[in-house]
Nanobody, 119 residues
């Protein structure tokens, strides 16, 4: 059974930094990749990053120039470094791990980690 655990969230002031981690159990990195998403109160979940490999990392534009995603394939883990945080970055951040299905991929989700940025 695939299990994801996000950590590293918290409360910071504007301009601060956080490093989110997503560790896995029962999962091996595969061609479906893993990703970071976030969901602010009252809003839909948005993709922040999708990681296919350490050389193939897609950033959606959220946190442009401030967020960096990375992976540790040996640990089947991914990370999201967030710098110069803004109040608009306040959200629950989720990790997703892609699992191959017959025709595509389906995501397994972590429980999320809260990031709160205050002025």
């Amino acid at each position: 059974q695939v299990k994801l655990v996000e950590s590293g969230g918290g409360s910071v002031k504007v301009g601060g930094s956080l490093m989110l981690s997503c560790t896995t159990s029962g999962y091996t990195f595969n061609s479906c990749g893993m990703g970071w998403y976030r969901q602010a109160p009252g809003e839909e979940r948005q993709m922040v990053s999708h990681i296919l490999s350490d050389r193939d990392i897609y950033m959606s534009g959220i946190g442009q120039g401030r967020f960096t995603a990375s992976q540790d394939k040996a640990k089947n883990a991914i990370y999201l470094k967030m710098n110069r945080l803004e109040t608009e970055d306040t959200a629950v951040y989720f990790c997703a791990a892609g699992v191959p299905t017959r025709d595509s991929c389906t995501n397994v989700w972590g429980q999320g980690t809260q990031v709160t940025v205050s002025s």
